[in-house]
């Protein structure tokens, strides 16, 4: 795995020795950021679920000002210190290990805000909707921020506040986008 674009491409990543963690494909990562274009310069991101962190390093190399990386696996978090480590990665970021429900609550009382959300949970166990909802109840999104999901196929969200503004295909993996509502100026392009 590696950083696709940014000040840090072509640099290598560790991944978690592990089952529980799987990796968004580079070509799933690419296509994400093609959509997101130059909307990720100077945003505040959450990576929630981060596994080895590589899709919060790809922001963070594409000029986002935070990375808060989230997961409660310790090899996934021992991982992502040590890929901030390689990377010689210095403040601008953070790590948090836990519940992902005990995660967004502290970020919501302690008034954090983000512009991007990335969530890539355990497919089909019912997680994302339930973080999307916490999020919503902590009010983590800022005003024209975007929620990212990556999901299996067959995954539909009820009402939770937010709108769906966008879903694109790769393969057997989904990204839907949400955020609070759909305006001209959203952070998708095309």
């Keep these: 795995m590696r950083i696709i674009s940014g000040f840090l491409k072509g640099r290598r990543l560790r991944t978690p020795k592990t089952d529980s963690v799987r ?3 580079d070509r799933v990562k690419e296509a994400l950021f093609n959509i997101l274009g130059s909307s990720v310069m100077d945003a505040r991101v959450l990576d929630l679920f981060a596994g080895s962190g590589s899709i919060g390093l790809e922001f963070f190399s594409r000029g986002a000002a935070y990375v808060h990386f989230h997961d409660k696996h310790p090899q996934s978090l021992a991982c992502i210190r040590q890929n901030l480590e390689d990377l010689k990665i210095v ?3 953070s790590v948090t290990k836990g519940d992902f429900r005990s995660c967004i609550r502290r970020l919501g009382s302690a ?3 983000f512009d991007f959300i990335f969530i890539d949970p355990p497919y089909g166990q019912g997680i994302a909707e339930e973080a999307v909802q916490l999020i919503w109840e902590a009010d983590l999104l800022c005003e024209g ?8 196929l067959d995954w539909t969200l009820g009402p ?5 503004l966008d879903e ?4 057997s993996t989904m990204l839907r986008f949400f955020g609070k509502e759909a305006s001209d100026d959203s952070n998708l392009p095309g």
């Design 145 to 152: 921020g975007r929620i990212v999901i990556e999901t299996g």
């Design 23 to 25: 990796p968004t494909e």
């Design 111 to 113: 008034g954090e805000c």
């Design 168 to 171: 694109r295909r790769y393969g």
């Design 160 to 164: 939770c506040g937010y709108l769906q």
């Design 91 to 93: 403040g601008s970021t």
